[in-house]
DNA sequence: GCCACCTTGTGATCATTTTCTCTAAGTCTG
DNA sequence: CAGACTTAGAGAAAATGATCACAAGGTGGC
């Protein structure tokens, strides 16, 4: 059910498009004008006929005998993904993750900045991290409205992570990263997302017990749950 | 190509697996015995449907009418993904992100453990970071070998990491974690996986651009490369 | 032991994603 | 300007994954 046009663009096609957007910037000062999908691929690790797929979901703006104009589809996806717009964001749960979350600069470079920081633990409330104070948890959904955030990422325990969603959901918030083990429940039109260090890791786990499979694990944030 | 038997787990339910064992681990202290493919399902946010094809890759130790007695599922899983064993860790690159792993104890719990510390910094080296010694990068050959290190964790800045990741895996490292945001090239046997969140953050923006489709973005670490 | 009830395991079907192949469209050289 | 070459785009096929539907197997009540 795609907003404007009639393009439906899949989920696979989705999760891969942030890499291409990455493997471009890099190559924005290169002097290179254009960049053929066979390169693309390469970089970014996939096959080129996948990039061709994906692309053309967008539209047909390649050019034949040449390849894609790299300014042109950078600003293709950016619009895409929506990241011509700014998306402010509200970390919650300031311990040893949300701290070295909130000091990384560098997602921020790229539309997602955090606006605020909110922890229950009122030790930790009052301090500064990167520049922000830490505010009581009580007041998120004063937090959201006032900063109009749009995507929040939850660095609590797992047992808070529902609380905190729920709290996060009622506020207003349609995009959550979750960084707790557990599954969030939340209505239709909230997108959630997980990253769970314990499941990557027994995954490598397995396929280091079938060594030599020719598997390679293969990357994130890509299917279906 | 499995190790022992005929069957081939599919990949998209060895990135559940994780989950099921989970879930499972938060239910033997309630007293249960066995726990139906519908419970389960539900506790891990999935089809029942999907969780007995997937448990069926296994085997059939499932009793009908009954459903799966929950400690010798958790063995099977466990054996199945090799958590029955340590996996000696590495983390290279002991910044914001890298401490924070290294003092998170929580997967720590479940056979990883993170054996060594290695970084570029000379004004690191020596320092202590988790009861841990945080070594020279340069000797990281000597540390893969003495520890017998299984399993790294990249969270070098991107430029370093195929750098970091060339040296490990002529170390025999045969599994890394990388937190970088660029792909990392490395021979077949060894897998790769990676987490990165601008991806994740762009994908949200996608959905959030595209609000309402129900789409709940799905979990990460699951669909191919 | 028989019967009503549950729940697994699995073949079949459907949907999505990946890959292959080939054509059409363009560039570049001479 | 013609011909060689490069590369996008699209349709088809193959592979993978999700879901359905139901028979087979097992439990517990009586
Ligand atoms: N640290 C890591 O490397 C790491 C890695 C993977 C996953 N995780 C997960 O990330 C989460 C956080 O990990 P951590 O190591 O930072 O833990 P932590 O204990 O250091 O930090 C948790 C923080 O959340 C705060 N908190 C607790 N309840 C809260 C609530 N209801 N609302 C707001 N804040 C609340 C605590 O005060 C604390 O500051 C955990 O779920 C953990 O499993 C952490
Ligand atoms: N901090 C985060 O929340 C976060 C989030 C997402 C991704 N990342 C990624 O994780 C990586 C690390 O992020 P960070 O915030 O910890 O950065 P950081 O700069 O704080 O830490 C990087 C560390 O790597 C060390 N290092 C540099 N070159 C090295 C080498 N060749 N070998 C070993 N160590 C080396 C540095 O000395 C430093 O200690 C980056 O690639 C970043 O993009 C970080």
Known sequence: MPTESGRRIPEATVSRLPQYYRVLLENTGTGLVTISS???AELAGVNA??????????GSFGTRGVGYDIEYLLHEIARELGLTQ???CVIVGIGNLGAALAN?????ARGF?????ADADSSKVGQKVADLEIEPVTELTTIC???KVTIAIIATPQSESQNVADT??????KSILNFASGMLSVPDGVAVRKVDLATELQILSFYQLRN????NGSANGTGPS
């Open 49 to 58: 006929a996948k990039v061709r797929k994906d692309l053309s979901y967008l």
């Open 104 to 108: 990384y600069r560098g997602f921020g």
């Open 86 to 88: 700014d998306w402010p």
């Open 38 to 40: 066979d390169r693309l």
């Open 113 to 117: 900045r955090v606006v605020a920081l």
């Open 145 to 147: 409205e006032r900063e």
């Open 212 to 215: 030599g499979n020719g598997n």
């Open 168 to 173: 996060l959901v009622e506020a207003g918030v």
